[in-house]
Nanobody, 125 residues
Framework: QVRLVESGGGSVQAGDSLRLSCAAS????????VGWFRQNPGEECVFVAA????????VVAASVKGRFPISVDVAENSVHLLMNRLKPEDSAVYSC??????????????????WGQGTRVAVSS
């Protein structure tokens, strides 16, 4: 069974960069879709970015477009989210998710079967 582990979160200043990684164990991400979502306490889970492993199709939320590229790392069986020019409103717990069976609706969290535990990002002004 595939497990996902996020890493790379932390506390930074506005304008800084962080790279989040979503590493898979117990199986491969090959042939899956992988998405990043973020959530604050009491708020909805919000789509950030996603990639379809085969073909490399990506979708990025308008709020982070141009700042948060998402990429596949075949050698490390991982997906990375590079977060540039961070803003205080980017603060949240970021979770990655994957699904090997359905490659549509990349922005909908309910279409992902496997989730990591999340990594916290805090951006101060």
């Amino acid at each position: 069974q595939v497990r996902l582990v996020e890493s790379g979160g932390g506390s930074v200043q506005a304008g800084d960069s962080l790279r989040l990684s979503c590493a898979a164990s117990g199986g491969t991400l090959s042939g899956s879709k992988v998405g990043w979502f973020r959530q604050n306490p009491g708020e909805e889970c919000v789509f950030v970015a996603a990639v379809v492993w085969s073909g490399g199709r990506t979708v990025v939320a308008a709020s982070v477009k141009g700042r948060f590229p998402i990429s596949v790392d075949v050698a490390e069986n991982s997906v990375h989210l590079l977060m540039n020019r961070l803003k205080p409103e980017d603060s949240a717990v970021y979770s990655c998710a994957a699904d090997h069976y359905y490659f549509g609706d990349l922005e909908r969290p309910l279409t992902y079967r496997i989730w990591g535990q999340g990594t916290r990002v805090a951006v101060s002004s």
